[in-house]
């Protein structure tokens, strides 16, 4: 099989790793450059990210989208992980009416400072957040993250299962959502399923099932097509001998320098660069006083 360089959209199913789904891409296609953009837990489903070859570079730029999940919670039932996952803290069997349940989720639109879960990737002193929950020892202050939450809309109520689709901003926890739900309703709450079914720029409906990867379809996007968003410079000659070797010529900066003056609203204007057969060559984010930062050089 030839070298993939490019993004598969896979349909992760439950109870494995993300690491696992990474794994049994590479031994797939029997390569190494093998990367995600973004993981899920193994309670979750939905679409993973995977980055094959050069487009492992791309792996800051294409974890920045903003996210969308489906999510069903259990009302009246707190744990200490936030979702089924973990240890019962609480029960309450108290019914909540639907029209306070639809009431609290439409206040839980927007930004908020929480807490990030103790059983999170998050490191504090060189330590994971859910290895030191893992060793029982206790935080002096709990790290807070920004989270922002929109397009929140209520699929299902079955009391004590509430299905909830979604919108957040790069690394919100849906866990916490869920958890502040149930603070909010006075029963508690945790996450008891969740599947990823959108991240920027790709939907559920293009990925894989890991059985079928033998026939990718439209769940396989080439690296020269993994940008499409950005505005795009052609080079050729020395100026693409140049970026090919990590430097920008003074006529490429010139022309960035025209381009620049359309997007003055944006606060970080990156390009794509390509040759003229459509190859991608490098990305490059414009900074102030017109200098240009060379963030990746792709193998041309």
């Known amino acids: 099989m030839s070298e993939l360089n490019?993004?598969?959209?896979?349909?992760?199913?439950?109870?494995?790793?993300?690491?696992?789904?990474?794994?049994?891409?590479?031994?797939?296609?029997?390569?190494?450059?093998?990367?995600?953009?973004?993981?899920?837990?193994?309670?979750?489903?939905?679409?993973?990210?995977?980055?094959?070859?050069?487009?492992?570079?791309?792996?800051?730029?294409?974890?920045e989208g903003d996210k969308a999940y489906e999510c069903e919670i259990e009302l009246g039932k707190t744990t200490d992980t936030l979702d089924i996952t973990g240890n019962v803290l609480s029960t309450n069997t108290q019914f909540v009416p639907f029209d306070t349940v639809a009431e609290k989720a439409s206040q839980l639109e927007g930004s908020f400072e929480w807490d990030i879960p103790m059983y999170s990737a998050k490191k504090v002193g060189g330590k994971k957040l859910y290895e030191l929950a893992r060793e029982d020892k206790s935080l002096a202050e709990i790290p807070k993250k920004q989270m922002t939450f929109y397009s929140v809309k209520i699929l299902s109520y079955d009391f004590p299962y509430l299905k909830v689709s979604l919108h957040c901003s790069k690394g919100s926890f849906i866990r916490s959502w869920a958890d502040e739900l149930g603070k909010s309703l006075g029963v508690g709450a945790c996450l008891s399923g969740l599947r990823r079914i959108y991240s920027a720029p790709y939907k559920i409906d293009q990925s894989t099932a890991l059985t079928d990867l033998a026939d990718l379809g439209t769940s396989y996007i080439p690296l020269e097509r993994c940008l499409d968003s950005w505005p795009k410079l052609e080079v050729s000659g020395l100026d693409k001998h140049l970026i090919?070797?990590?430097?920008?010529?003074?006529?490429?900066?010139?022309?960035?320098?025209?381009?620049?003056?359309?997007?003055?609203?944006v606060d970080k204007l990156r390009f794509r660069i390509e040759s003229k057969d459509k190859k991608l060559l490098a990305i490059i984010e414009a900074e102030p006083h017109s200098n240009y930062k060379l963030l990746r050089v792709f193998r041309a």
Do not use: C, W
């Open 244 to 265: 090919t070797n990590g430097q920008v010529s003074q006529s490429l900066k010139a022309r960035l320098k025209v381009v620049n003056q359309y997007y003055s609203d």
């Open 6 to 63: 490019g993004v598969l959209l896979v349909d992760k199913p439950s109870d494995i790793t993300s690491h696992d789904v990474v794994h049994k891409v590479r031994k797939h296609f029997q390569t190494k450059y093998v990367g995600h953009a973004g993981t899920l837990d193994p309670l979750a489903t939905g679409l993973m990210v995977i980055l094959l070859g050069e487009a492992t570079k791309l792996s800051n730029y294409l974890l």
